[in-house]
């Protein structure tokens, strides 16, 4: 039902939903106060409270564009996300080559990662992590496949890509918390932050173009896409390098317009082993 209604019926309720969410429920409040005290120390309360307000109407945003989904024309998708440098993109497809996409939690990762296949033309893959709740999960597996983008699991993603017969584009959003014995750690936001190795990895055993995708909204319900080159030859790296390309890539992201990134989530609940 929420799918029929309008998007631009939608947005008075996200507006409604973030002020719910924030005021009366407070969903995960403290966390959210607590991930930007530590990521911007310099601010005062107040400005901190700004970028929160923000975050949770981008996060209701995100949910209510999601599910219109469920209702929505799929060639709507590429004329509401557009990349801003396809030269780059058309390059990359005219070469051959396939590409391993970084990128974060950072405005709608979720139309990012359901427009990919038609937004580039080319095979897209999307690595996601299964739901706790199995309604959920068949409810957002739905939705992110309506474009022909082919969900994997972490576990799915080097044999998938590595034995692909077309070039391929393999998104990551790799901006979660893994777990703090394998993990490489660095310093992001300020803090202490144990990082995904994956994404570099299946670039080196592979040769894969990696890029960063900067999405940036517009307006509400329209966005666009930067293609941001980290490297053509991944294998010559330096080990780390690629991760601490792509953290930095996010970084920057984050701190032109803090309230587009997902801050409850508990990113920095590990602690660098002794």
């Not at 391993?100 to 937004?119: D, P, R």
């Not at 999405?215 to 966005?223: F, I, L, P, Q, S």
């Not at 790296?237 to 587009?260: G, V």
């Amino acid at each position: 039902m929420l799918a029929q209604i309008p998007l631009f019926l939608l947005y008075p309720l996200s507006d409604f939903l973030a002020w719910f969410t924030a005021v009366v429920v407070r969903y995960r409040r403290p966390v959210v106060m607590a991930n930007l005290e530590a990521s911007f120390p310099e601010m005062t309360d107040k400005q901190r409270w700004k970028i929160a307000r923000g975050f949770y109407r981008n996060f209701t945003d995100i949910m209510v564009e999601s599910f219109k989904m469920l209702s929505m024309n799929p060639k709507l998708i590429p004329s509401r996300v557009k990349i801003l440098n396809p030269e780059l993109l058309q390059q990359y497809i005219n070469d051959g080559k396939s590409i391993i996409a970084v990128s974060g939690h950072y405005c709608n990762w979720e139309w990012m990662g359901v427009g990919l296949k038609a937004i580039t033309g080319m095979r897209a893959l999307a690595t996601y992590k299964p739901l706790s709740s199995e309604l959920m999960e068949r409810l957002m597996k739905e939705i992110r496949q309506l474009n022909g983008t082919e969900l994997i699991t972490m576990k799915q993603t080097f044999r998938t890509v590595s034995s692909s017969t077309v070039p391929v584009i393999s998104l990551l959003v790799s901006d979660q918390a893994p777990h703090p014995d394998t993990a490489y750690w660095t310093e992001f936001l300020h803090q202490d932050t144990p990082v995904f190795l994956g994404a570099e990895r299946i670039a080196k055993s592979t040769g894969h173009v990696v890029v960063f995708l900067a999405m940036r909204r517009v307006r509400r319900g329209h966005y666009t896409l930067e293609i941001q080159e980290l490297t053509q030859t991944p294998q010559t790296e330096p080990e780390h390098a690629i991760t601490e390309m792509h953290l930095r890539a996010l970084e920057r992201l984050i701190l032109e317009h803090p309230s587009n990134w997902l801050w409850s989530h508990k990113r920095w609940k590990h602690k660098r082993p002794a």
